[in-house]
């Protein structure tokens, strides 16, 4: 597996923008864009104590889901304010991200504006905020909608490693998901070789960065600090990418749900099979040898 370094750039223009990044699906940090941002000063733990301390909110930690565990069901519950303290004060394994902030405190959206000059199609009513404390894992897996994301760090700091659609097969993606629980940070070949095959994009992201995520761009997130980030989103400019983005949210959504909750087990183990037996021909088409499989 290669890791190359993201490309961090200053007050790039739209045009160098589109022709660098947005055409070739090539994610990027954007330096100098929120430094006149109110949140960029604004944004503190303190201050979202304040504002929401009191609301309850729903929380996930590290562990990966089993065949059998409910789908979205939080870790732990607790009000937002003692969450706060609770990254504030070291590593602790809990995310926040199901969650919408601005339901709850919709003046935030005074303090961000839209990067427009870089992209049209913004959705304007969705941004989304993401927090995390140290040590907190993002596993793989790329936005269904197949949006472009924009997504900006506060606070701490965050590794983030991307990865193209293309290599979907390589990272063992189970059929009809848009997840992966392969490790890209200490990748395990014996288990997972069609990962020697991968090349993909690595980051640090500091308080202000911008990351401009392509549509269908697979991201992993290890929150080296405490902290939180912002995300807005614009419809890809490709018709047949939005049409795509909206049959995965609607039918390829509505179909593996209706199999996981008729089938449970057995789909999640069929789906895994697919996803090694998909893996093992990238494998073999490197001329390496492919896992055995058990018998189905
Ligand atoms: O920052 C995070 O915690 C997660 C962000 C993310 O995965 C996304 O925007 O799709």
Not at 194 to 213: P, R
């Amino acid at each position: 597996m290669k890791l190359h370094p993201v490309d961090v750039v200053e007050n790039i223009s739209g045009e160098e923008f589109r022709e660098k990044y947005l055409k070739p699906h090539r994610p990027v940090i954007l330096r100098g864009i929120t430094e006149k941002w109110p949140a960029f000063e604004k944004w503190r733990l303190d201050y979202f104590k304040k504002l929401a301390g009191n609301i309850e909110v729903p929380l996930y930690d590290n562990s990966k889901p089993t065949p059998t565990s409910k789908l979205n069901q939080p870790d732990k519950v607790m009000k937002f304010g003692e969450y706060l303290d609770l990254i504030a004060s070291g590593p602790v394994d809990l995310r926040m991200f199901l969650f919408n902030i601005f339901d709850h405190i919709p003046d935030l959206c005074n303090d961000f504006t839209f990067p427009e000059h870089l992209m049209k199609g913004f959705l304007k009513k969705y941004p989304m905020m993401f927090f995390g404390g140290a040590g907190s894992i993002v596993y793989l897996h790329y936005d269904m909608d197949l949006s472009n994301v924009f997504l900006t760090q506060f606070h701490g700091r965050k590794r983030v490693i991307l990865f193209d659609q293309k290599y979907s097969k390589h990272l063992y993606r189970m059929p009809y998901g848009i997840l992966s629980y392969v490790d890209p940070e200490n990748p395990d070949y014996e288990k997972h070789p069609a990962m020697k095959y991968l090349e993909g994009y690595d980051c640090v992201m500091e308080h202000g960065d911008m990351l401009y995520i392509p549509s269908g761009v697979w991201h992993y997130m290890n929150y080296l600090e405490g902290g939180y980030a912002l995300a807005v989103r614009a419809w890809d400019p490709s018709l047949s990418t939005r049409a795509e983005g909206i049959f995965n949210i609607t039918a390829m959504r509505t179909f593996d749900d209706v199999m996981k909750k008729n089938f449970g087990p057995r789909w999640w183990n069929y789906k895994s099979r697919k996803a090694e037996e998909y893996a093992n021909q990238i494998v073999v088409s490197n001329g390496g040898k492919g896992r055995v499989l058990e018998p189905a």
